[in-house]
């Protein structure tokens, strides 16, 4: 088919899985040149290489919108499905029962996700469905040609709009309110941090939320706006350092965190995100904290980035079902239709 | 006394919502029915869920018709509330019973008049927790007609025994009222009307249920393995019936489940879920009703563009908008077939009984994944809610159709690239993979946006063009794995009718009323689906007129027959109405002689 496979004997560098970078990349972008989002499609090559994800494991979604046409721009040979306006939660809450192994990965946006999909969002948060939800917040409506999203700062005045009258929403609040259990903020001019981010919501059981802010260079990337680069840049306030590392290895606190400084957070299969401590003391594990910091950095009008909320003992949607071993896909006649002795039972059930 | 009459009249009895009649009525419709007598039972109730009038009403027929009549020839009244309604409804020389606490005068001296001191059989019982007292009061209108129209009281205990799920103590409570009361209407009522319940032996071998029932445990048989579903009357119960039967069913002798169900937080969410598992290859279905089927409308586009198969099934009520939540109609079909914006087409099932609920439950499967594409079928309230004799369910007679899946194997015999919308086998239907498929290369990415067969971004207007043209043969290739019309001709008959669903029963009621008191003969087509098979084109050409009954107010089905073939439209004439009832088999006749003696064609204004 239409994705490179590892050519024999060249000399090509693998992963744990056998797989070289090539085999995570997707297909040109035809977003715009600097366009937020192009940089987390390559964040989510990387991380996907670094986890040792094998590409036909892994289900992505999207719903409309630039932000929606971006899964076509890594994992080609994953299967995805770029559905509906808003509606990406539950064509992904559904398609993940098909096989229970699978992992999500969904790329939405701010109009997708915190505007026409309001709801089915918060509904994907408290059922915690197994994946990665990414939001690419730019605060505008990019394929449109720059109308205001939801996310969309009161007072931010765009072409052709004029100025924005409404308060925005706070995607990290909205899903930490609807008891996501994995919630985190960065910021696209920071790829570490969204690799380590990506990394880590790659690990996590359940719903891992990223809400990233991705300026839009086209239609909202005025210095003084908060979804542009230059404000992103001021303004960012990192809760700590941040640093995954995978359960196989030996968990040796990486060199430029000093002891003392740290927090490590278990993950479900056993690796950790190592948390270098900055200003505050802050615990991820708690939602008044969580809250609390987000309140704090509205007020001072910081871009506050990092994992601001996690859960790690909530199960996920597949784990409250009690489902066959078997892929639910998998399933025949055999174990799909009552054998014909129930008939008679079922009939004596009737009057 | 005027000459009996036996087991052909209708009973209603009127109670206030909620006051716990139900049991009552339903011991009624049972024991009627295990005494062998053809019934049906039907629920008129409010959208309320506490005090507005609601009526039951059963219908006995030793003919074996099952549609609902507009006489009342015995009525029960139980609510104040409605009681001068009550009294009016009955049929003159019919019998009236009501509770004598009920302060209203009886006006009435063209019916007879039977006063029920229900609350003083009640109070003599002292058995009954006063908690209870004002549900097992509906026991004794039971008892007092079981004793004046001639009910087995051991046929009472069996319909109790079934409702009570054998809990005897709950048998003996509700029964041991009806005794009494059966007991004080032999000592003092004087029965002065004609009609008369007699054992006959025409429900041998049947059972009683509801569609929604049906439709459930038929859906269970197909394998459904995901069900995403909003509440809404009068689909409700369907999915409420999965739960209570998936476990029984589907469970491994481990205990571990072959299905998941959802309740989602709307019906966009609902659809949306049903196709994302359809996509990944689960037998998926959701029940709704037309608000619902209204939301769901956008995802219905993209599964029927991007080829998914899911089963809705629409138990229709009335609209439009919110209408009359719990009154019937056939009043969606038009909108099924065409929903989603663009070029669209759905193929649409339309049982015509309760055990075809059941079989169209299995059947729906086999033909959306064959097809891949959605399958909605069409009950209604009326079938859905209501209580039906039915053949017993009969096992499919037919393996399970998968259609055109690829998993690994299959894609490494490939001599060929595959391609997810190539037309291969020349039948419009192309071979799919499904997420979960680990082989390299047999992924692919699925859109509601232009594509070509290998599943690639496309704005071309020539790769539109035979993509679509490509789909629509899917609905020609359809013809064959849908359900066929079922025909009944006539020796002699050169006129048709054409009817579906629900309808059904008042339109055989309707031929017979036809041929014995105007001498007309008919022939009948009932259609089973849409796109409209070839019989039916067939059969109009060989009639001379041909009568489309139908439930709503446009003549929907006469419109899509129109559509199908405009050539025989000068035989085609209109018969639809809808009030929110079911139809009658007098009105149909009415509105069908109308027709005859105005000798017009085509639509009326009425």
Redesign the interface.
Known sequence: ?N?A?PMAGANVQVNLVGMSKNDYRGLPSTLCQGCGHNSIANQIISAAYEMNL????V??FSGIGCSSKS??YFLN????????HG?M???????????I??KGIGVSGDGDSASIGM??FK?MMR?NVNMVYIVENNGVYGLTKGQFSATAEVGLTLKKQGINQYMPIDICMEAIASNATFVARSFAGDPKQVKELLKAAMAHKGLALLDIISPCVTFNNQDNAYHSYTWGKDHEAPLHEISFIPARDEIIIPDEFEEGTVREVEMHDGSSIVLKKLEHDYDPTSRFQALHKLEEAQENNWLVTGLIYLDTKKPALNEK?????T?????T?K????G?E??KQ??DL?? | MTQRIVNDFSIVVGTANGSGSQTSNATIL?AL?KMGIPVSGKNLFPSNIQGLPTWYIIRASKDGYTARRDEREIVVAMNPNSFEKDQASVTPGGAFYYDDSIKAPVTRTDIVVYPMPVKQIVRNDPDIPSNLRDMIANMVYVGILAQMIGIDMEKIDA?LS?AFKGRRKAVDLNLNVAKSAAAWAKANLEKKDPYYIEPMNKTDGL???DGN?AAA?GS????V??V?WYPITPATSLAEELNE?LPK??K?PE??????V?Q???E?????????????????MTSTSGPGLSLMT??VG?AYFAEIPLVIWDVTRIGPSTGLPTRTSQGDLNFAANMGHGDTDNIILLPGSVNECFEFG?RAFDIAERIQTPVIVLSDLDFGMNQWM?E?????DV??D?GKILWEEDIKKLTE?WGRYLDKDGDGIPYR?????????????????GHDPYAR?SEEAGVWETNMARIKKKFTTALEYLPKPVIENVDGARKGIITFGSTITAVHEARALLETEQGIKTNLLRLRALPIATEAKEFIAQQDKVYIVEMNRDGQLYEEILIAMPELASKLVSVAYSDGMPPTAKRITKEIMAMENTHKFGKESK
């Open positions: 088919m994705q496979l094998v590409p036909e494991n289900v992505k899964p076509t040979r994953s299967f995805g499905f770029n559905g509906l509606r939660p539950s064509i992904a809450t559904g398609a993940l029962f098909g096989d192994t699978m709801g089915q509904h059922r079902y009690h489902l066959v071993d892929a639910l896909n998998r399933l006649e174990e799909l239709r009552p014909p129930t008939i079922i009939n009737m009057f | 049972r029915f319909a079934f059972i009683m249920t029932t445990i269970i048989y197909g394998g393995q995901f995403g039967y069913l589907r491994t205990g571990k489940e072959t299905y998941a959802v989602a937080e709307d966009l969410a609902a659809i949306g879920m049903c196709v994302g598992a359809g996509w990944s290859g689960l037998r998926a956008e995802f993209l299995w039915s017993p369910f009969k096992y499919p393996p399970m998968r690239p993979t499904l997420p979960g498929n680990r082989l390299p290369g047999s992924s692919y990415f699925t859109r509601g946006t971004y």
